[in-house]
């Protein structure tokens, strides 16, 4: 099956930008997800990439996709406090369900 | 608000006692899911529901029994549970099971085991 790793935290200051990273194992990857979940919530879908795509653009986020690699991954420009969150990619490799890593936890310092 | 909503947020019971999670979506969507997201591990899919119909159980325990009397309710019956068995559960639903739809997430019940 498909393995997804990240890194668990990442700590950054308000303002600067923030890139979260996700290596993953299944090449047959063709709609690769992110997901935010805030303290208390369920995961709430920010945006995906299909796997024609290098480059997807959403206002402050950015998504970055290297097939040959196999690395995804989510750029935050001016990350705010209200960005600290837990941040879960998710590529769905040939099936209707995604394959979820453990999570990176962005930290927002002032 | 993501239109899935689960019942109760939180949930404190004993290992002899017998409870339900209840969730309710309200986009019309025709499968839905139970997921277990326990500290530091990836989200662990428990079941897949389709149109009422049970389509995926990745090896759950017998104490975990899920019920989907239609598309729009999706239950986790409990029983005899362990301490381990402490996690945060999540349900989520999707149009269907084509690749290309995305999952729409509750915000979970809090579930310990005491």
């Known amino acids: 099956g498909e393995d997804v790793e990240q890194s668990l935290f990442l700590s950054v200051r308000e303002g600067d930008s923030s890139v979260i990273n996700c290596t993953y194992t299944d090449s047959s990857s063709t709609y690769l997800y992110w997901y935010k979940q805030e303290p208390g919530a369920g995961l709430q879908l920010l945006t995906y990439?299909?796997?024609?795509?290098d480059m997807k653009q959403d206002q402050r986020l950015t998504v970055l996709l290297n097939k040959k690699d196999k690395h995804l991954s989510l750029r935050i420009a001016d990350t705010q406090t209200g960005d600290s969150a837990i941040y879960f990619c998710a590529p769905k490799g040939g099936s209707y369900i995604p394959t979820f890593g453990r999570g990176t936890s962005l930290i927002v310092h002032p | 608000e993501t239109g899935v909503t689960q019942t109760p947020r939180h949930l404190v019971m004993g290992m002899t006692n017998k409870k339900s999670l209840k969730c309710e979506q309200h986009l019309g969507h025709n499968a839905m899911y139970w997921y277990k997201q326990s500290a530091k591990k990836p989200l662990e899919l428990m079941f897949v529901y389709n149109f009422k119909e049970q389509t995926e159980n990745n090896s759950v325990p017998s104490r975990f029994s899920p019920e989907c009397p239609n598309s729009s309710h999706l239950f986790l019956h409990l029983h005899t549970l362990q301490p381990e068995d402490s996690a945060l559960y999540l349900c989520?639903?999707?149009?269907?099971?084509?690749?290309?739809?995305?999952?729409?997430f509750g915000p979970g019940t809090r579930l310990t085991v005491t």
């Open positions: 989520a639903s999707s149009p269907g099971r084509a690749e290309s739809y995305e999952q729409y």
């Open positions: 990439i299909f796997s024609n795509m």
